[in-house]
C-alpha cells in the first residue's frame, strides 16, 4: 500500500493555522472596507487593527508601526526603493526579494555593496565594518534573521552594533525567522523589519513592514491613502485578519516554549532535524551538512549529496512521496547553483548538490526517519558498498 505523502517543504509555504483559517473565513462573511465610516466599515476596521496588534507583539513592535502588504517581497521592495539612503548594504546571503531591488538600485546609480559570508553562513563582520567605512552615508544594512536554505541564524545584534556606529539603518528580512525564534524589534534597535504570514500559518498574500515611527517612506502606490499615506490600496482584511491570527498563535508558541512547556512545535522540531541528520551521518559520516556549525532554526537541515545533483534528489524524494526542495533556485527550468552556497564558499559543483529539508509544526519523529530512508535509498545507489 503507497505511503500518505509527506510535506517537508515548510521553508516555501507552511499549512495555515486552523486559527487563522477560521479568522480567514470570518472576515469573508460580510461586505467589509476598513475605509468606510459605517456599522460594517467600522467593524472591519476594529477587526485590522485587532490584527495589527497581534502582528506587532511578535515581534516586538508597536501596532503603528506595522505596514500591511502583499507579502514579504513587497515589504523588501517598499523598504529598499522607498526608504532613502545614500547607500545600501545587503549580505550575499539574502533572498531574491532583497538582491533584485539592491541590483535596480545600482542600475539606477545608487552605490550598493555586497557583504561576503562566512564559510559557516554567517555575515563577515569584518567585512562589513570595512564596507560601512567606505559606503555613503548613511548607509542601509539589508540582512536576514535567518537564512531560508540553511536556517544559519545571522549575528544580528552585533550587526546592528555596527550600524549604528557610523549612523546608518539596518532592514532585517525576518520573514523566516517569525514564529521560530524569537524577535524584538524594539530591542533590535533596527529600523525596518519584513515579514510574510504564510511562513508562520497564515494565508499567502499578505505580510508587513515594521516601520520604526519616524522613518521616511513614500509608498510606491498612490490612491486613497491607505495604512497612513504608506501603502495605498484596500486592505485585504481576510488575509490581514488571519495572519494576525497566526501571529497569535506563533507567540503563544514561542512564550510556551521559553516556558519550559511541551506545546511549541518549534521546541520538538529541533530534535526531529536532529534525528534527520543523525541518521544520515550514522552511514554517510562525510555528507556535508551546511550551516551545521552555526546557530540555525531549529527545522531546517540543508544537505550535499556529493557528485547528485539537487535536482535528482527532489525528484528521487518526490517518487517516495517525499517534498523537499533544491538549495538552488530554478529559473525557466534551468537549475543554478545556490547563490547562498556560493557564498558560503562551495565551487559550483558542491552547491548544485544540496537540498533543502524543513520540518514543520506538525512534523513527527517518523517524518525524520522516513526523511533519512529516503535520503539514504539514492545515496546507496551512488555509493554501492564492495565486499
Sequence with gaps: MARAALYLDHNATTAIRPEAQAALLESLGTPANPSSVHGFGRAARARMQAARGQVAALVGAEPAEVVFTSGGTEANNLALLQVPSASVIVSALEHDSVLAPAAALAESGRPVFTCPALPDGRIDLAALAMLLEQAPRPALLALMAA????????????AVALVRAVGGMVLVDAVQAAGKIPL???????????????????????GALILRGDMPLTGRQKGGGQELGRRAGTENLPGIAAFGAAAYAARFDLAAYAAGLDLTAYGAVAEIRDRLESLIL??????????????????????????VEAELQVMAFDLEGIAVSAGSACSSGKMKPSHVLLAMGLDEAAARQAIRISFGRDSRPEDADRAAEAWLKLWRRKHPRTI
Excluded: W
Design 282 to 307: 550514522a552511514e554517510a559520516p562525510d555528507t556535508p551538512i551546511y550551516g551545521k556549525s552555526a546557530p540555525r532554526l531549529p527545522n531546517t537541515s540543508c544537505i550535499g549529496m556529493p557528485g
Design 147 to 158: 537564512n531560508n536554505e540553511t536556517g544559519v541564524i545571522q549575528p544580528l545584534a552585533e
Design 184 to 206: 524584538d524589534f524594539a530591542r533590535l534597535g533596527v529600523e525596518m523589519l519584513s515579514l510574510s504570514a504564510h511562513k508562520l500559518g497564515g494565508p499567502t498574500g499578505v
